[in-house]
């Protein structure tokens, strides 16, 4: 049984992790290729793009898939229409891998935009130091705001258009809470922007935000296809995939 899973997220990670070397398994992993140097799950990778449904739909089936896990990030809503139509088109089982959203608890100002765009016609309102960690894909909603200062954290450094005052710290999580108290105190941050990507790793920012009393603009998820089911954590997507192998007839005995 040959299983594809997408994405380059601790998720999907994790997934590959619980399923490698399972007898009868077929394992393959697809990155994006947005990061220089990923964290490569166990299992067979391939990187990049796949030419949109219809690529992915030929590749299901060149490659004899048996089912499909999308384990993008939260924001990759293109990939995720992607894989439902080629998995209704090839007949392929489709579960996706969401880790859940943040949830504003009290203390916190948040402030929930729609966009990147929504959140930097925000900003002027609410702080002149701003730290973005919305990585470095979409910073041209923020170039021209000239009057206010950005710390952007980022995996690989950013390309123009840009903010003209920026400083960029290459960095990637899992991030602790006293490190990010320590971040805010030492760059003076009045104004958080973020994306709303759910998870442990990179949510100490929002814990530290709340403590300093620092305004946070959250980027709300896009739309994502209504009709594939979906579970929380990777243990529930290798207890479906593994169902699939139980069910399937040409799976290796012994």
């Known amino acids: 049984m040959h299983v594809l899973i997408l994405g380059g997220t601790t998720e999907a990670r994790r997934l590959a992790g619980l399923l490698h070397g399972t007898p009868g398994l077929k394992l393959t992993s697809s990155l994006a290729g947005r990061v220089a140097s990923p964290r490569l799950p166990p299992g067979d990778v391939r990187v990049g793009g796949f030419g949109g449904t219809d690529g992915l739909a030929a590749w299901l089936r060149d490659h004899e898939v048996d089912a499909l896990v999308d384990a993008t990030h939260p924001f990759a809503a293109t990939m995720s229409f992607h894989a439902a139509e080629a ?47 919305t990585g470095r894909m979409g910073l041209a909603a923020f170039a021209d705001l000239d009057g206010l200062w950005f710390l ?45 990507s759910g998870g442990a790793a990179t949510a100490p920012k929002l814990t530290a935000a709340r403590e300093a009393g620092v305004p946070v603009v959250v980027i709300r998820r896009p739309p994502v296809p209504a009709h594939v089911p979906v579970v929380p954590g990777p243990e529930q997507a290798a207890r479906w995939t593994l169902d699939r192998l139980e069910e399937c007839p040409f799976r290796a005995v012994g």
């Not at 504003?104 to 002027?124: F, K, T, Y």
């Open 87 to 133: 998995a209704a088109l090839t007949h392929v089982p489709l579960l996706a891998l969401r880790r859940p959203g943040w949830v504003p608890v009290p203390g916190d100002q948040w402030h929930e935009v729609d966009s990147a765009a929504e959140a930097a016609r925000a900003l002027p309102a609410l702080g002149r130091r701003v730290f973005l960690t």
């Open 152 to 196: 952007l954290r980022s995996v690989d450094a950013p390309e123009p258009p840009r903010p003209r005052l920026m400083e960029t710290l290459l960095d990637r999580g899992p991030f602790t809470l006293e490190g990010e108290r320590a971040l805010l105190r030492r760059h003076r941050i009045d104004v958080v922007v973020t994306k709303d």
